[in-house]
């Protein structure tokens, strides 16, 4: 990668982890904080939590569409200070419908598919992947850092002063849109539009969009129901974190090689569909491992394996597969269904797990996997619709 795809990477990675790290760490302590306050139920907890990601889905499309006509950082830009906005509103707030309206907010600053598009106009296809890898490795990082601070912060500054950190690290990253991510070659601006249309039924965007809502289906339908058998195996809720801690950092060791290697990158559809069997195969491990530990531990290091190659590889075929002119609609189309994935799964797997047991949800899970891989089964070697475009104050890099 040359220094200015490094710069955009990284940087880009950052936008998304403090972004992601104020959002994963309300996850387990929020439920907690509201039932010591009055009118808060259950039911509007998982409102709470839940509403963020409607929105998001609602909006990325809209956000991705507006970037592909006015440009990628203004907004990103506005997106991060609607999320610093509705952070505010949470950190104010204690009431329910306060804290959902937040969150509701909070939401609406659907930048992800922008940035997503951005990575993909700052770097080279040959070099794409290992883009996605970084910020994909980011937001693991920021998931399994989240948990491991979560109790810290909440014991320091309370689950309002964490509110209120998310909304200043959403701050600190528009500083990095504005002064650190690099702007956009000349040759991205200017070009003809492409109709919305076509982006929905392009055959094979629609094939990657399928990946990516049963990904996220199954990651959130999993977690309803691992962390209760890791505690049925006698592992504590307070050590959980060094559990999925262990299990995404190999998980991602053992992904390096499907994006760094250049010869295995050349064989992209093997390694796509070999890695949706990896992680049907580890949702098999979860389903039989009856509640002991070292298999489910094991189970959960094959399925993060597969799960970082898959979510480094599915942006960047978002982008090798979209039109020029429309990555930004692309990419927002992709991550609204990523969204969307995750509320279902989540809400999918509750409503299953409480009437037909944990063995069914996993069972649930296993079944969507083998879905998607005949769906995905039919894809073509990806090729870019894009000539690489260099910065002209850049000199190429060699391919390693």
């Given at each position: 990668m040359?220094?200015r795809?490094?710069?955009?990477?990284?940087?880009?990675?950052?936008?998304?982890g403090?972004?992601?790290?104020?959002m994963?760490?309300?996850?387990?302590?929020f439920a907690?904080?509201?039932?010591?306050l009055?009118?808060?139920?259950?039911?509007?907890?998982?409102?709470a939590?839940?509403?963020?990601?409607?929105?998001?889905?609602?909006?990325q499309?809209?956000?991705?569409?507006v970037?592909d006509?006015?440009?990628?950082?203004?907004?990103m830009v506005?997106?991060?200070?609607?999320?610093?906005a509705?952070?505010?509103?949470?950190?104010?707030?204690q009431a329910?419908?306060?804290?959902?309206?937040?969150?509701?907010?909070?939401?609406?600053?659907?930048?992800?598919?922008?940035?997503?598009?951005?990575?993909?106009?700052?770097?080279r296809?040959?070099?794409?992947t290992?883009?996605m890898?970084?910020?994909?490795?980011?937001?693991g990082?920021?998931f399994?850092?989240?948990?491991?601070?979560?109790?810290?912060?909440?014991n320091?500054v309370?689950?309002?002063g964490?509110?209120?950190?998310?909304?200043?690290?959403?701050?600190?990253?528009?500083?990095?849109?504005v002064w650190?991510v690099p702007d956009?070659?000349?040759?991205?601006?200017g070009?003809?539009?492409v109709?919305?249309?076509?982006?929905?039924?392009?055959p094979?965007l629609?094939r990657?969009?399928a990946?990516?809502?049963?990904?996220?289906?199954?990651?959130?339908a999993l977690f309803?129901?691992?962390p209760l058998?890791?505690?049925?195996?006698?592992?504590?809720?307070?050590s959980h974190?060094?559990m999925?801690?262990?299990?995404?950092g190999?998980?991602f060791?053992?992904?390096?090689?499907?994006?760094?290697?250049?010869?295995?990158?050349r064989?992209?559809?093997?390694?796509f569909?070999?890695?949706v069997a990896?992680?049907?195969?580890?949702?098999?491990?979860?389903?039989?491992?009856?509640?002991?530990?070292?298999?489910?531990g094991?189970g959960l290091?094959?399925?993060?394996?597969a799960?970082?190659?898959?979510?480094?590889?599915?942006p960047?075929?978002?982008?090798?597969?979209?039109?020029?002119?429309?990555?930004?609609?692309?990419?927002g189309?992709?991550?609204?269904?990523?969204f969307l994935?995750t509320?279902?799964?989540?809400?999918a797997?509750?409503?299953?797990?409480?009437?037909l047991?944990?063995v069914?949800?996993?069972a649930?899970c296993?079944?969507?996997?083998?879905?998607?891989?005949?769906?995905?089964?039919?894809?073509?070697e990806p090729?870019?619709?894009?000539?690489?475009v260099?910065?002209?104050h850049?000199?190429q890099a060699t391919?390693?």
């Amino acid at each position: 990668m040359s220094a200015r795809e490094l710069r955009a990477s990284f940087s880009l990675a950052s936008i998304f982890g403090l972004r992601l790290f104020g959002m994963f760490i309300i996850l387990p302590v929020f439920a907690l904080y509201a039932e010591r306050l009055p009118g808060w139920n259950l039911t509007l907890v998982g409102i709470a939590l839940g509403a963020y990601g409607l929105t998001q889905a609602i909006l990325q499309i809209p956000f991705g569409w507006v970037s592909d006509r006015v440009g990628r950082k203004p907004v990103m830009v506005a997106g991060l200070l609607v999320f610093a906005a509705g952070s505010a509103v949470c950190a104010l707030s204690q009431a329910p419908w306060a804290v959902i309206l937040g969150r509701v907010i909070q939401g609406a600053g659907a930048i992800s598919g922008v940035a997503i598009a951005m990575a993909a106009d700052l770097t080279r296809p040959s070099q794409r992947t290992k883009a996605m890898a970084i910020i994909g490795s980011t937001i693991g990082v920021a998931f399994a850092g989240s948990f491991v601070l979560a109790p810290f912060l909440r014991n320091a500054v309370g689950v309002q002063g964490i509110f209120a950190l998310t909304g200043l690290l959403a701050l600190s990253a528009v500083a990095i849109v504005v002064w650190v991510v690099p702007d956009l070659p000349v040759a991205h601006h200017g070009k003809a539009r492409v109709p919305f249309a076509d982006v929905l039924r392009d055959p094979e965007l629609l094939r990657l969009n399928a990946g990516i809502f049963a990904l996220h289906a199954v990651l959130m339908a999993l977690f309803v129901v691992v962390p209760l058998s890791l505690v049925r195996a006698g592992l504590p809720a307070a050590s959980h974190w060094g559990m999925y801690l262990g299990a995404v950092g190999t998980g991602f060791v053992l992904m390096l090689p499907f994006v760094a290697v250049r010869r295995l990158a050349r064989h992209e559809r093997a390694v796509f569909l070999g890695s949706v069997a990896v992680l049907a195969a580890g949702v098999a491990v979860l389903a039989v491992s009856a509640d002991r530990l070292w298999p489910l531990g094991a189970g959960l290091v094959i399925f993060f394996a597969a799960f970082n190659v898959l979510e480094a590889k599915l942006p960047a075929l978002v982008s090798k597969a979209a039109p020029p002119a429309a990555k930004g609609a692309a990419s927002g189309v992709y991550s609204s269904v990523q969204f969307l994935g995750t509320f279902v799964g989540a809400a999918a797997g509750g409503v299953i797990a409480q009437h037909l047991g944990p063995v069914a949800v996993l069972a649930a899970c296993l079944a969507i996997t083998i879905a998607w891989l005949a769906v995905a089964w039919p894809m073509r070697e990806p090729a870019a619709r894009e000539s690489e475009v260099h910065d002209p104050h850049e000199p190429q890099a060699t391919n390693p």
